[in-house]
């Protein structure tokens, strides 16, 4: 599966924001001029059309959560035939994805540290390993680092980064057991209000 492997701090010039997709130990403002788009007439900002402007967003989504067009596509597929809004139901299952409820357990300082701890098997779901990142999390699961994980250093250092990050109410985490429950369903005012899902739903139903 293909995967981008330039620069991540160019990836959040480009959106304007910060994707998360270093670790932050350092802030993004200390590390590039995040009000900056990348390329020689950064300071420039191009005046995108309607379609461009859904485009934009969809890209940063996409970004952010670390999804490849065909899987973000087949999620909004599958979005659309859940009941209820279909935007609140993509970013839904995007949020509770593996590899993101890992992360935002604050067991990993990225999402692609996230995806790289479960691909080596160093996570447990209800007690059971699993290797795949897209497994989707229900409410009541309870997510842990497999025992012989436990002492990898790059997972203690991620939980000492995670009090420096607004800890995500829907979890409940016990660091020095190293697992976590899924405890309530993620609410649309849960997250960022950078996000403009409705752009998402506008692109794809042309």
Excluded at 18 to 24: A, E, I, N, P
Excluded at 104 to 123: C, D, P, W, Y
Excluded at 155 to 162: G, R, V
Aim: aromatic share 8%; glycine share 6%.
């Amino acid at each position: 599966m293909a995967k981008y492997l330039g620069p991540k701090l160019k990836l959040s010039r480009r959106e304007g924001l910060d994707l998360f997709l270093k670790s932050g130990v350092r802030s993004i403002e200390s590390k590039c001029k995040i009000d900056h788009s990348p390329g020689q007439h950064g300071l420039r900002k191009l005046r995108l059309s309607g379609y461009g402007t859904q485009l934009r967003e969809k890209q940063k989504i996409r970004r952010l959560y670390g999804i490849l067009e065909r899987q973000f596509h087949n999620y909004y597929k599958k979005a659309s035939k859940l009941k209820g809004n279909t935007g609140q139901n993509l970013l839904f299952l995007l949020e509770n994805r593996l590899d993101n409820i890992v992360y935002r357990m604050g067991f990993a300082s990225t999402r692609a540290e996230s995806r790289q701890l479960i691909n080596h098997k160093s996570v447990c779901v209800n007690n059971s390993t699993v290797s795949i990142p897209s497994y989707q999390v229900s409410v009541q699961d309870k997510i842990s680092i497999c025992e012989r994980s436990k002492k990898q250093l790059r997972i203690q250092a991620a939980m000492e980064l995670i009090k420096q990050r607004e800890q995500s109410s829907w979890l409940d985490v016990n660091y020095k057991t190293m697992e976590g429950t899924f405890i309530r369903p993620i609410e649309r005012h849960d997250l960022s209000s950078d996000i403009n899902e409705h752009l998402i739903v506008e692109l794809y139903s042309k």
